[in-house]
């Protein structure tokens, strides 16, 4: 007897799997910045943005726990824009929201830099090979130097990784509200914690 030729859901495009997840070109500068006017600064960033194609996006250093912190957010940000999945519009924002691990935009903002004469960290990224986004393929190196233009001292990593990272404890764990109990509860430590709020947030969706 045969099958009804409805009788199966399955075939080729019912089990394929999904094409595999981009994977962002990063760069990281860190440095001390002098931000007198914060919407200036901004709009400089977004200059940088847009003479070089790069994702721009600073980050108050106290509260980056390491350079794998900051990748893995950029790999989330441009999953989650490939599969239509992302929250915000701009991936810039996207990247601070999974870096902040949680979807409100407003308190994710906490995450990044304000005025004062202040250490940062500001994070360059090529979205030109992730779907949905329209740009082109991002000059990282000239928008490197550019960013290192606007510091009053920095250092910027090749690859994205190496960075020497000095966050602040105590700032990290309000804002991530890590508990005494949790920390003893993990295998890990603060930096573990902090990356497993930024995976859950991808899951959580």
């Keep these: 007897m045969t099958e009804p030729s409805g009788g199966s859901s399955r075939g080729p495009s019912a089990t394929s799997p999904r094409p595999p997840a981009p994977d962002p070109a990063v760069r990281l500068v860190a440095g001390t910045f002098a931000i007198d006017d914060l919407d200036a600064f901004l709009s400089d960033l977004d200059d940088v943005g847009r003479e070089t194609g790069a994702v721009v996006q600073a980050f108050d250093a106290d509260l980056v726990v390491s350079t ?41 903002l906490e995450l990044g830099v304000s005025e004062g004469r202040r250490p940062a960290v500001v994070l360059l990224a090529d979205f030109g090979g992730v779907p949905s986004v329209d740009r082109p393929t991002a000059d990282l190196d000239r928008a490197v130097e550019s960013i290192r233009a606007l510091a009053v001292d920095s250092i910027a990593s090749p690859d994205g990784d190496g960075l020497p990272v000095a966050f602040d404890e105590n700032r990290v764990r309000e804002f991530y509200g890590v508990t005494d109990r949790e920390l003893a509860a993990t295998n890990g430590d603060l930096v573990d914690v902090v990356r497993e709020r930024v995976a859950l947030l991808d899951v959580e969706k």
């Design 68 to 108: 794998a912190h900051l990748r893995e957010a950029v790999r989330l940000a441009a999953r989650a824009i490939a599969r239509g999945e992302a929250v915000a519009r701009d991936p810039g924002v996207e990247v601070l929201l999974y870096a902040a691990g949680r979807r409100q935009i407003d308190r994710a």
